[in-house]
T-cell receptor, first 109, second 114 residues
């Protein structure tokens, strides 16, 4: 079966750095996405990785290791508005997105 | 805002009834995907339409059906509603099937089945 695992919840302090991990087992791989979702709202795109390595985008970076079935999202200089759920999704061999359950990130002052 | 719109925003239906949800994709996007998201869970893929044809389906029963129109807008129909169908239904459009393009989500329709 296809499976994507993320921690359920994480807590971090404003101004700090947090890393959210994602491991996956899917039938094929055609890219990995990270989305942010605030409570009651739709997911919004953060990053995309298809090759191994680090993609940096401002305060957010995403890393991929295809051989390990592993990715992480790194958030720097945390702000209170970063409190949200972070969803990891893998595009499988049928080009369908398989989603993790999301990691709820709580930012404390 | 992504340019993807959905209607209605909220809906309350009774078990056994039928419902139609609507989605207008972002300009220039020809692929629409529908997802069901239960509270505290990630989205679950229902199906995808590309140029008016269904070209992928998740693990949902046939009472979940859809349409895509020539202007690439889309409908999700659910027959014989069950209590477990209560969820947020998300529509996402993307620019090209199979490409690396990310999906842009609409605000969702919150369906409550009583």
């Amino acid at each position: 079966g296809q499976n994507i695992d993320q921690p359920t919840e994480m807590t971090a302090t404003e101004g700090a750095i947090v890393q959210i991990n994602c491991t996956y087992q899917t039938s094929g791989f055609n890219g990995l996405f990270w989305y942010q979702q605030h409570a009651g709202e739709a997911p919004t795109f953060l990053s995309y990785n298809v090759l191994d390595g680090l993609e940096e985008k401002g305060r957010f970076s995403s890393f991929l290791s295809r051989s390990k079935g592993y990715s992480y999202l790194l958030l720097k200089e945390l702000q209170m508005k970063d409190s949200a759920s972070y969803l990891c999704a893998v595009r499988d061999s049928n080009y369908q997105l398989i989603w993790g359950a999301g990691t709820k990130l709580i930012i404390k002052p | 805002e992504t340019g993807v719109t959905q209607s209605p925003t909220h809906l309350i239906k009774t078990r056994g009834q039928q419902v139609t949800l609507r989605c207008s994709s972002q300009s220039g996007h020809n692929t629409v995907s529908w997802y069901q998201q239960a509270l505290g869970q990630g989205p679950q893929f229902i199906f995808q339409y590309y140029r008016e044809e269904e070209n992928g389906r998740g693990n949902f029963p046939p009472r979940f059906s859809g349409l895509q129109f020539p202007n690439y807008s889309s409908e999700l129909n659910v027959n014989a509603l069950e209590l477990d169908d209560s969820a947020l239904y998300l529509c996402a459009s993307s620019g090209r099937q199979g490409a690396r393009y990310e999906q842009y989500f609409g605000p969702g329709t919150r369906l409550t089945v009583t």
